[in-house]
């Protein structure tokens, strides 16, 4: 007898943009101090170029370890931070950030899930897999 096998849905797309961003953020702040003062507590994972742009959002070349301090800082002095942004980054690897952030991106649900369990294996995290299921 033929049993039917079906693949379990993936999760609804803002899940997965949840998941995505905690991923990230995990990763941009595990073990790591502020880069612009060296502090090592109230570490934030800031974007360099806004998380409303798709195509960066998810690049973790896209985002410095910042305390509170130097986050609030970033966001009220954006020249300063973009000339900071470009020392840190060197001028060659934050030229080739912006242009990925001009791509027009629009991630499809398989997409997001298979670079969900890529970050969650850099973070040693257990992940549950779409599973085959038989009916």
């Not at 039917?4 to 998941?19: C, D, T």
């Not at 502020?34 to 985002?63: F, L, M, P, Y």
């Amino acid at each position: 007898m033929n049993k039917a096998k079906f693949i379990a849905p993936l999760p609804s797309r803002k899940h997965l943009e949840k998941e995505l961003d905690k991923a990230c953020s995990l990763l941009c702040k595990k073990g790591r101090v502020c880069i612009r003062c060296g502090a090592k507590e109230n570490i934030e994972d800031a974007h360099i170029i806004s998380r409303q742009n798709h195509a960066v959002r998810w690049d973790i070349e896209n985002r410095l370890p910042l305390c509170n301090d130097c986050h609030c800082w970033a966001h009220a002095n954006p020249i300063f931070f973009e000339e900071f942004v470009k020392n840190t980054l060197g001028e060659l690897k934050y030229e080739a950030l912006k242009q990925r952030s001009l791509a027009i991106r629009m991630w499809k649900r398989e997409e997001m899930h298979s670079y969900l369990v890529v970050l969650k294996r850099q973070l040693g995290l257990r992940f549950s897999q779409r599973k085959t299921m038989e009916v």
